[in-house]
C-alpha cells in the first residue's frame, strides 16, 4: 500500500496509526468515503413515505399491473413475481427490462421481458426477450438445484455504432451466484422493435460452461460482423461489465482488480464520474468506491456512514443539469424498502436533502418469497445508456416485486416554492407533463390534463377503477402558517372518493375535507366528521380553505363563496402547511413494518379485477401563504 503523504514524521506516525486501526484519513471524497450525505434527517419509519419533503414535480407512472387471472391485462403469464427492471432511451423510445417468475423469488421457471414507449408514460404489453433456460438434451441439474432462473444487475447497452444490446443472466435455482451461474446471455434489439438472436455473451468462471453444454451459442458464432465487434465493445467496457460482477465474481480476473476484503458487498454496481474524472461506484448496503483509471482497478470497498440503507440498490448517476443525484431507501429494515428518495450534490460528493420519490406503498396483492414492501432496486439510465428529451431524471424500479414502475424527476431536483401558485392547466397538454404537481398514477387509477370543460379551459383529472389502489396529484406550495387556498371540483358520478388534505412538510394532515362514496361533501372539525350538504355528479363546486396554523391552528371553508365552517380545528398540530393533496381514495398508512412480510396467505379478493369508475376533474387551484 502506498503511504500518505506527510509533510512531517508527525503527521506519518498519526496515518500509520490511524491507517493500522482501519479509519480512513483522508477527506471526504477519498477512497475512505467517497461520498457523504450531510442533510442529518432521516426517515420516520412509521410513515410510508419517510415524513419526508417531496422532490418537486416527479411523476411516477405504473407501467406493468400484474394481474394472475387475467393475464392478458398484463404480461400474458399470469406471473407475479416481477423485479429487476432496467431502462435505457434509444431511437427516440424508453426500453424497459425486467425479470419475472411465477409466483416467489429465486424459483423455477424465470424469463425477462421488455416493453417500450415513446413518451415513459403508455407502455406496450411486455415481450418475452429471454424465456426460461431450457438445458440441451442430456445436461442435468449439478448437486443441490432443481431448475433455472434470471438474475442481473444490467440490462442494456449502447455500442460505439449505435447498436442497442440487451443482456440478461441464467443460473440455477435457487442461488444463481458463483456456481450456480451458467451464465450471461445477449441479443440484439432492432429498430424496427424485433429481435437478434439469443448468444452467450460470457460463461460463469466457476463451471466448465461452453458451446458444447448450453443451449445458445456464443457470440462469435454470429454471422453479424457488426454484432460481434459491438459484444467485444461491451466486454472491454470495464465499468459496464462491472455490473455483472454478483454472479460471477471473475475467477478468470475478468472483472479487474478489486480488494475483495468486503467482497459479498461488491453488489449492484451503480457509478458515475466525477467532475475530476473519477468513478464513484454504488453498492448495496451503503458501500462505496473509486476508480481512477475506468474501472480497472477499484479500491476497496467501505461501508459510508451517513448513507442508511438495506440489501435494495442505490443509484447514483451525473443528472443533465450537471449536478449529481443518489436514490435508494434510507430505511435498513430488509422487508420493508420504502420511501424511495433522492438526495443531490453539487460535486458528486456532499450531498444534501432526502426527498421523496415515491412514497406510496398499496396492499401486496399476491403473497410470494422475499417479496420486499416498497419501491425496490431503483435503476436510472446508466452513463452510454441513451438521454431523454426534456430536462428530467428517469427511474425504474417495481414495486412490492409486483409491479413495475418509472418515475419521471424534474431538474433541478428541487423541493420549495416562494410565491403564489395559479395552477388552470390551460398550457398543459394531455399526456404530456404535469409541471409542478406530483403525480402517483397505477394503471387502473390514472392522472392526466384533461380537454374539460373545453379544449381551451382544460382542467386535471384523477381517475380510479383500482380495488387496492388509487390516483394521487400533490401541489406543494409556499410554506407559511396561514394560507388561502382555493380550487374547484367536478364530479362526473357520486359513488366515488376523493380526499382532499392540507399538509405540512413531513406531512400531517391538519385540515381534511372530502367527496366520500355516499354523495356526501366531507370535513373535520378536530377529530369529529362534518357532514356538509351533498354534492351532485356533473356540477362545479368551488371551495375556499383559510388556515392557520398558530396557536392550537384552525381553518376556514368556503363552498361555492358561502362560508360552512368557521374556525374548525386542526386534526393535528403543525407548525405550518406546504402542500395540498388530492387522493382518490382513503389514507393508508398500510402495509408499515408491523405487517407480516413472509406469512403464505391467499391473493387478496378481487384483486384482478376493476372496479366501477370515478373520475374527478380538478381546476383553477390558487394558493398564497405567509410566515
Known sequence: ??????????????????????????????????????????????????????????????????????????????WTYNHASNLAY?????????????????????????????????????????????????????????????????????????????????????????????????????KNGTYGPIYFIRYSSHADWNE????????????????????????????????????????????????????????????????????????????ASLSADEGKIWSAPVKVPSLIMPGGKNWGQRTKDGRYAMSFNPIATQEYRYPLIITTSDDGVIFDHLLVVHGEVPPRRFFGRWKDFG?????????????????????TYTVNKEDAWVSRIPLPVRYKVTGPVKDNFNHLKPGGDIIDWNIYAPKWAPVDIANFPSDANKSLILKDSDPYDYARAIR????????????????????????????????????????????????????????????????????????????????DLYLNNKLVLEKAMLSEAVKSVERISFRTGKYRNKPDRSTPNETPEPPLPGADEQVSESAFYIDDVVISSAK
Open 1 to 78: 500500500m502506498n503511504m500518505l503523504k506527510c509533510q512531517n514524521v508527525t503527521q506519518y506516525f498519526i496515518a500509520l496509526t490511524l491507517l493500522c486501526a482501519g479509519h480512513a484519513v483522508a477527506q471526504t471524497g477519498s477512497i475512505y468515503e467517497p461520498v457523504r450525505y450531510i442533510g442529518g434527517e432521516i426517515a420516520n419509519p412509521n410513515l410510508q413515505d419517510g415524513a419526508l419533503r417531496y422532490a418537486i414535480g416527479t411523476e411516477n407512472r405504473q407501467t406493468l399491473r400484474a394481474n394472475r387471472t387475467h393475464p392478458e391485462m398484463a404480461d400474458g403469464f399470469g
Open 90 to 190: 434509444w431511437n427516440g423510445k424508453f426500453y424497459q427490462q425486467y425479470l419475472s417468475n411465477p409466483v416467489d423469488e429465486h424459483i423455477k421457471p424465470g424469463q425477462t421481458l421488455l416493453m417500450v414507449s415513446a413518451n415513459g408514460r403508455d407502455w406496450n404489453k411486455p415481450e418475452v426477450i429471454f424465456p426460461p433456460y431450457q438445458a440441451p438434451p442430456g445436461v442435468q441439474f449439478p448437486k443441490g438445484y432443481d431448475g433455472y432462473m434470471m438474475h442481473q444487475r444490467m440490462g442494456f447497452y449502447v455500442a460505439p455504432d449505435g447498436r442497442l444490446l440487451t443482456v440478461a443472466f441464467y443460473g440455477h435455482t435457487e442461488d444463481p451466484f458463483k456456481e450456480g451461474g451458467i451464465g450471461r446471455v445477449v441479443r440484439e434489439i432492432y
Open 212 to 287: 458444447s453444454n448450453t443451449s445458445y451459442p456464443f457470440y462469435k458464432k454470429s454471422p453479424d460482423a457488426g454484432f460481434v465487434k459491438a459484444c467485444e465493445a461491451l466486454l472491454s467496457d470495464k465499468l459496464k461489465t462491472r455490473q455483472w460482477w454478483d454472479e460471477d465474481r471473475g475467477l478468470d480476473g475478468f472483472y479487474g482488480k478489486t480488494d475483495t476484503t468486503h467482497q459479498e458487498r461488491i453488489e449492484a454496481l451503480s457509478y458515475f464520474h466525477r467532475a475530476d474524472g473519477k468513478v464513484v461506484g454504488l453498492y448495496k448496503f451503503s458501500y
Open 375 to 395: 419501491p425496490c432496486y431503483v435503476r436510472g439510465i446508466a452513463e452510454g445508456n441513451g438521454i431523454p428529451d426534456g430536462n428530467n431524471m428517469w427511474l
Open 476 to 555: 406543494v406550495f409556499q410554506e407559511g402558517t396561514q394560507a388561502t387556498i382555493s380550487f374547484s371540483i367536478f364530479a362526473r358520478q357520486t359513488s366515488g372518493e376523493l380526499e382532499v388534505d392540507i399538509t405540512d412538510r413531513h406531512g400531517s394532515r391538519p385540515v381534511r375535507i372530502g367527496l366520500d362514496e355516499k354523495g356526501k361533501l366531507v370535513a373535520f372539525n378536530g377529530v369529529e366528521k362534518v357532514f356538509l350538504p351533498g354534492y351532485e355528479e356533473g356540477k362545479w363546486y368551488t371551495f375556499k380553505i383559510v388556515v392557520r396554523t398558530e396557536n392550537k391552528g384552525s381553518y
